[in-house]
C-alpha cells in the first residue's frame, strides 16, 4: 500500500474539500485525537502519566481531544501551556470539554519537578505549519523532555520542522512515535526529520 504524501497546502485543500462535503474540522480534529489516544491505549494496557505540551494552534486542539479521551479512560494527564491560552477556536473548544481531573499547568519552571512522575510526553506545539526559529522557552522544554526518562510522541510533526521539509529547526522536538494525521508530509520522508519522527 503506498501511503500518500501531501503538502502543507494540499493537505488544507483536502480539510476544507471535506468541510464543505459535511465533515466539519471540528470532527477531523476529533478524529485525529481520538485516533491517536485509541492507539496510546492499545500500546501501553495500563494507564499512563501523561504530559501533553500545547501551543495555542489546532495542532494542541488534537492533543487536547486526546487528553480528554485518556482521561476518560483513568489516565492521569498534565497540560502544560507553552504559549499562554490564546487558543484557536477549535482548540478553546476542545480546552472547554476537558475534565475537572485534568492538571493544567502554566508555568513551564515547574517542568523539572513534573518530568520525573511522568511517563509519557505529547508533543501538541505547532503540527505542520511552524515557520522560524523556537522561542527559547520550547526549546529549553525540548530539551529537558529530550533528557527525561520518558516515552515522547508528536502529534503529525515534530513540533520545530516544517511540514513541507523546508525549516528544521534547532532544537525541534525528538520524537519516538510520530502520528501523521490523514497522510505523510513532504518532511516526513526526510532523513533528518525520520530520525525525530521516531
Known sequence: M????????????????QNKAGLSYARMMEHAGSRAA??????????QHT??????????GDGLVLARILVQHNWPVTI????G??????????????PATVVACMDVSHLDSLLPTMQLVVDAVYGTGFHG?????????????????????ALDMPSGVAGDGDMVASGSFQAQ????????????????VRQLCG
Open 51 to 60: 504530559l501533553v505540551l500545547c501551543g495555542k494552534g489546532n495542532n494542541s
Open 80 to 83: 502544560m501551556w507553552l504559549q
Open 38 to 47: 485509541e492507539d496510546f491505549m492499545r500500546r501501553f494496557p495500563s494507564p
Open 177 to 192: 512515535l510520530t502520528y501523521a494525521f490523514q497522510a505523510l508530509k513532504p518532511a516526513h520522508c526526510l532523513a533528518q
Open 133 to 153: 526559529e523556537l522561542p527559547q522557552v520550547v526549546g529549553q522544554c525540548f530539551a529537558a523532555v529530550a533528557q527525561a526518562d520518558v516515552f515522547r510522541v
Open 2 to 17: 503506498n501511503t500518500p504524501v501531501l503538502t502543507v497546502a494540499q493537505m488544507k485543500a483536502w480539510e476544507d474539500e
Open 85 to 98: 491560552q490564546q487558543l484557536s477556536i477549535l482548540a478553546a473548544t476542545n480546552q472547554a470539554c476537558l
